[in-house]
Structures are given as C-alpha cells and as structure tokens.
C-alpha cells in the first residue's frame, strides 16, 4: 500500500495495469451505481483500447450481489471487475472475499474502491486474495479536503505488473535520473511524482487518531450510532414519507445512513441552516456520514431530531429547489 495522487488517478493507473496484465480478455465490469470517477474512468479506458463496458445494475440499497458477478464474469471475457466495496449512495457493504474468488474463478483481475471502507470498517485485502485497491484518505480517514489517496496491489502483482504514468518516482534509482525509465520492484513502480506534503501530513495525523482508537472499536461505535439512526428513522421520520436508502442490517453498511425524500435537495439545504452537514446524492437521498472518530451519538440523535423537525413543519420549502453545483 502505497498514498499517491487522487483516488481517481489512481483508479485509472491501476485499471490500465489489470488490462495490460488481460490483454487477451475485452471485457471491463463495473456497475451503474458505482461512483461517477469508477464509472467514467471504466468508460474511458474502454474507448481509448476498444473494449466492452458490461454494466451490473445492482438493487439500489442492496448493491452489488455476488451472483450478479458470477453472470457477468461466465464467458470468461472479463479483464476486470471493478467495484466499490461500501456503495457511496446506500452504503451497503459488497461481499469482497466472494465476489473475488468468483471473479478469479473466471480469470478476471477485481479492482476494489474503499473510500467509504478505510476508516469506517476493517478491510482484509490479504486475507481475501484482492488483486488491487484504491480509496480516499479524506472520508473515515480525516485526512481532511484533497488529502492524497492510497492504493494497494496484491504482493505477487506487484512485480510484474505497470501502471501507465510513468513518473520519476516510480523509477528504480530515483535520483539517478537515468536516461530511460526502469521501474522500481514493489509497490514503488506504483508511485508517479511528489506528493502534496501538508497534505500528506494530515494523513498522517488522521491515520494516527484511526489506529489509536482501533478498526474494531472504531467499527463497533459506528455500527451502532448508524442503528440508532435506523431506529430513529422508523419511529419519527418513515411516519412523515421519508424512505431507507441504506441496508437495515448493520452487517451489511458501512458508516452511513441515506434517506431518501423527494425533496432532498431542500432539506439538504435546510438541514445545513440547522447545523447538520449532510451530503445529497442524486436524485433524492440526504446522505448522513457518521466519522466514528469525532462524531458522538448525541450529534447522530440530534440530526434525526432536526430531520423530524424540519420535514413536519415544511420549513425546507422555503430553500431554492434548484441545484447548486456542490452538494
Ligand atoms: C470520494 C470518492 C472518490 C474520490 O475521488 P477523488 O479522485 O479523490 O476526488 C472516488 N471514489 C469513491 C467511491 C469515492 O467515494
């Protein structure tokens, strides 16, 4: 594991590596609620090498089901699959180590996005025989805004496997600025040019807080401020026509809880007047991050409370209802 770049960049770099280590397959898998950076950068690498983009269109809240893989993997055409293992809509956890071994069994590499993953659950990428990874460090990890990103590839990829920017600091002698490019072994070869170093010095203070207070402690607190949303959303807000857009099993979440209301964009706004920072995802979910580091559950309470407020008494409708460009 290695940060670098953007969580984008990095999709694209070790896409291109999967394809080039597939050459003879034509076929790339992802899904149609996968993030828009997973979907796009898939699309572009397949009309750049003239490949077949095969899409999974998953349930919204359940996410992607292993045997919506193994369909799509049968002919044996895949290169690769890729997929985000906690949906950044419904937050549903995708079954890593079965959707892995079923891709594998048809000889497709899997690429995972973990950018709702890392910090918020633990994630045993060797343990489930992952090929490649990638995620944000500015989510669960609180490595704060366009903080660099991470990705991971397999040990027994590492050596013979290329990304395609091909940077300085990816190059064996790095200070030998030799005439032609000869990638470093290991995951170095992974790394293309300097980092942001403020910004990787917040990483590094994130990821201190995360491993001072521990994955599973971390995971267990989560797991239950996003039940008590659950619970909260049964008794007072369901009453007033909102919607689960998150699984309703805590197994199957990651750390957090989307509600789904036609007028999401209003109350998006509404709940930010109110002091409630929530994210809306289009085209009707209020999406609620809970960051187990800082978030307290008095703070998961007092959001629910604040949703109920404002949806009963219609104060959203007095904010536009046309779209800002961030949300
Ligand atoms: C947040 C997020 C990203 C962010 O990509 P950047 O290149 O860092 O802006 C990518 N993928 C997923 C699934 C995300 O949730």
Redesign the pocket.
Known sequence: MVIAD??????YKLAAAALDARRDRRVIVTDVD?????RYVMEGLAAARDLELRWLHPHPVRGPQTEEVVEAVRAGDVALVSL?HVG?KSGAIADMAAITAAAHDQGALVLW?L??SAGSLPVELDAVGADLA???T??YLNGGP?AP?FLYVRREHQDHMRQPIWGWFGQREQFGMGSTYDPAPGIERFLVGTPPILSLAAVGAGLDVTIEAGMDRLRAKSAVATALMTALFDEWLHPLGLELGTPRDPEQRGSHVSLVHPEAWQLTQALQAAGVIPDFREPDAVRLGFAPVYTRFTDAWDAMDRIRDIVASGAHRSFPSHRARVT
Do not use: M
């Not at 953007?6 to 999709?11: G, I, K, P, Y």
């Not at 996968?34 to 997973?38: A, L, R, T, V």
């Open positions: 953007s969580t984008t960049v990095n999709l996968n993030f828009p950076s997973d985000s950044f996005d950018s709702h990638v995620g944000c500015y989510k366009g990103a």
